[in-house]
Each structure stands twice: as structure tokens, then as C-alpha cells.
């Protein structure tokens, strides 16, 4: 084991929120639908959540379930003096946090023991969090453990690139995302020949420093060779997990989220997520992606996120409550070991409707597939009975941010 595992429990926090006779909250980093599924989870049992709202998500934040709302400030130094000053401006000690994107997750992990002082801490400390943060670290820990990734390689320079035996097409992706541009903002940049990727290398170099440009072969395959191993876990023991299939996702090839996952039975992609989950000691809420390719049918670790993930909602419906599952762990409660059942499907209507047509105009989908792939037991991102305003805001709110993307707001 790489470190030491996170304490789950944080006494003095627990002795001060059950003295205080108030009952323990969740504060929720985030508004967006990831956001909105802790929101709903945690409110539907009763326990109060306040949201840390950003300019660009409203789903969360019109949840009749979020007790109160704050707006997230801009600036690490702003962000973490809000965290400090939180619980004792409103008597929040002991609640638990909630980061639902990487930064905000990176900045906890930064200041953890800080920040354990004065709430329940949901995620790992940096020790740990930086294996998942930082792709140089994700995938040499990859190749320590003999666990399958892309061929991945850090360039220091255009020689470098210029010098590279690779087959075409590959990809530019940024080591971390600690910088807001064009480059990070993108899942990735494609280049299909050597001079398109000296000319993209270079474009890159101009937004990040050069050891974060990794050049990485573009793996092929659709959404039937994409999995992800999602767990709540302690001590790098799974206490709650499922293995699920990102059928689909938006856009086609380099999304931003997936649109459409199901939860399978595949032990090929469970046991190297178990090996690395147990070597780096993680305790929290995981998701780690893979790919298999096809040219040789092996599972390769692409991603790892330290959070909450886009589809986790997923767990509720197929029997594993992630957030409130990990709230109770993070209290100290016993969790008894749970794996999610297989056939279970989640959905992001709103962006699965592109990628469906997508899908249809290249061959891949047919329409009696798609009928049959929202059958039940189905578990909506966002349409919800019992909570129905993120649903109405839905569109409104994804055109905005749309034309705020394009600069034309």
C-alpha cells in the first residue's frame, strides 16, 4: 500500500454536531446535476443540504430539497476562507462535504486536515487524491501494477513530438486540469497526422506548461468497449460497488458526460480497479474508467475520479445509494458490503437525444435499440416526480450555458 488510509471519522466534528442538538447536514460543492443527485439523495432521508452554487448550474440549486443556497466564490484563497468560516458563521460543525467536480475536490484534498476540523470529510486527503488528480501518477501506478492503459507518452519539447514512433490517430490530453482553457476544457484534442500534432502540440504549450501535454493513442471502439468501476470505499476495500457500460455519451467521441450507462456483470474490469483501489489505501467515492480495445481485448485504465461522477444516481436504482452511503460511512456507521445488480439503466435525456441521432446517422443505432435500452428499471438524470423543477429548468438552463460557451451571451 502506497499510503496510509483515511481516517472515515472525524470525533471531535461528530461530539460538537450531536452536542449542538441540531441535526448533522451535508454541504453539497456544486449545482449541476451531479450536485442535484447528492441533493436528492441525502433530502429525500431527511438529512438537510445546503448547495455552494456557480454561475453556470441551476439544477441543484431549484431542488426542493436544498435547504439553503450560497454562491460559490471564484479563487481558491476565496473558496477555501468560505469553507473555514461556514460552520461557525452557521452552525454547520460536523456536516458533511460534498466536492462534485475535480477542483473543488483537489482544493479539500489540499487543506484536508484543515477542513476535517470543522466538517466530515466525504473524499481523500492529497496523499491519496493525487494518484487520481494527476494522470503522470494515475498511469505509473498503472504500469507498477501491471494494469492495461494507453500507450501514453510526456514530451519536453516539438523534437520530442516530431521524434515520436506512433501510430495516427492520437490524442493531446492535459495531466491535470488545474488551469481553465481551451485545452483543458476539452476532453481532448485529436490529430491525425504528425504535422497536425506538431501544430496542436504547440498550440497547447501556449495554455499549459509542457510536462502536463500528454501525447495517447487513441483507442478504438464505441460505447460498447466503455466500462467504469464505481464504489464507495474504505481503506481501498470496496464497501458498495457496480461495474457499468457508458453506452453512450455527448459528444460521440470525446464527451463531456455520458448520456446513457448501465450497470453489467463484467469481473475483467472489477479486478484491476480492486488491485489499484487497494495499493494507493482509498477510502470515498470513486469511479474509474476503462476501454477495452478491441485489438486485443484487454481493459485499459483511462481515467480516475476522486468524487462524485456524473452518473451516480445510477447506484440508487440498482441498489447502492452512493452519497448517502457514503455519508453514513463518513459518520462511522457500519456499511455492509453491497454489490449493485446488473440491467439497471440510467439516462441524461437532454444530451442522450443528440447522441441518439448521432448514433442513427452512422449505422450504430437502430431505432428499436434505442426503444429498448430506456426500459425499465430506468433511473433519469433529472426528471424526477417528487422533485420536478431541475427538470423544467433543464433546457432553458443548457442553452444558456450553450451560448455562454460560443461568447454570444
Known amino acids: 500500500m502506497l ?20 441535526q448533522p447536514g451535508a454541504v453539497v460543492i456544486g449545482s449541476d446535476y451531479i450536485a442535484l443527485g447528492v441533493v436528492r439523495s441525502l433530502g429525500r432521508l431527511g438529512i438537510p443540504v445546503w448547495v455552494l452554487h456557480d454561475r453556470l448550474h441551476i439544477d441543484a440549486t431549484v431542488s426542493r430539497y436544498t435547504r439553503r443556497r450560497l454562491p460559490w466564490p471564484v479563487g481558491e484563497a476565496a473558496r477555501l476562507a468560505l469553507l473555514v468560516e461556514l460552520p461557525a458563521r452557521y452552525g454547520l460543525d460536523g456536516w458533511a462535504l460534498y466536492p462534485t467536480d475535480d477542483e473543488a475536490a483537489a482544493l479539500v484534498a489540499r487543506n484536508h486536515r484543515t477542513l476535517s476540523e470543522r466538517f466530515v470529510l466525504t473524499t481523500p486527503p492529497w496523499e491519496v487524491f493525487r494518484w487520481a488528480y494527476d494522470k503522470r501518477l494515475t498511469y505509473a501506478l498503472a504500469v507498477r501494477l501491471g494494469i492495461g492503459h494507453p500507450w501514453t507518452q510526456f514530451p519536453r519539447d516539438e523534437a520530442a513530438v516530431a521524434a515520436l514512433e506512433c501510430a495516427f ?15 483543458t476544457l476539452a476532453r ?38 466503455q466500462f467504469s468501476f464505481a464504489a464507495l470505499c474504505a481503506h481501498g476495500r470496496p464497501l458498495a460497488w457496480l461495474v457499468a457500460r457508458r453506452s453512450r455519451q455527448f459528444p ?3 464527451s463531456r458526460g455520458s448520456t446513457f450507462v448501465e450497470t453489467v456483470d463484467e469481473p475483467g474490469i472489477e479486478r484491476p480497479a480492486r488491485r489499484l483501489l487497494a ?11 476503462f476501454k477495452r480495445d478491441p485489438r486485443t481485448g484487454q481493459p485499459k485504465l483511462l481515467d480516475i475520479n476522486a468524487r ?12 447502492t445509494d452512493f452519497p448517502f452511503l457514503s455519508w453514513q460511512l463518513a459518520r462511522g456507521a457500519a456499511i455492509v458490503e453491497t454489490r449493485a445488480r446488473p440491467g439497471v439503466r440510467w439516462v441524461r435525456a437532454l444530451t442522450d437525444i ?20 430506456l426500459r425499465p ?6 426528471f424526477s416526480l417528487d422533485d420536478p423543477l431541475p427538470a423544467l429548468f433543464d433546457l432553458p438552463s443548457f442553452l444558456w450555458r450553450s451560448l455562454r460557451r460560443a461568447g454570444k451571451v
Open 3 to 22: 499510503n496510509g488510509p483515511m481516517s472515515v471519522s472525524n470525533t471531535t466534528c461528530k461530539q460538537r454536531a450531536l452536542s449542538s442538538g441540531h
Open 169 to 183: 490517430p492520437v490524442i493531446l490530453k492535459p495531466a491535470v486540469k488545474n488551469q481553465t482553457n481551451p485545452f
Open 188 to 225: 481532448a484534442w485529436r490529430a491525425e497526422d504528425r504535422r497536425q500534432l506538431i501544430e496542436r502540440y504547440a498550440d497547447a504549450r501556449r495554455l499549459v506548461p509542457p510536462d502536463v501535454v500528454m501525447v495517447q493513442e487513441l483507442i478504438p471502439g464505441g460505447g460498447a468497449t
Open 252 to 254: 460521440i467521441e470525446f
Open 279 to 289: 495499493e494507493i489505501g482509498y477510502t470515498g467515492l470513486v469511479e474509474m474508467e
Open 308 to 319: 462524485t461522477w456524473g452518473w451516480h444516481t445510477l447506484g440508487r436504482r440498482a441498489g
Open 354 to 373: 443528440p447522441a441518439v441521432l448521432t448514433e442513427f446517422r452512422r449505422g450504430h443505432l437502430s431505432v428499436r435499440d434505442y426503444l429498448r435500452s
Open 377 to 382: 428499471p430506468l433511473e433519469c438524470a433529472i
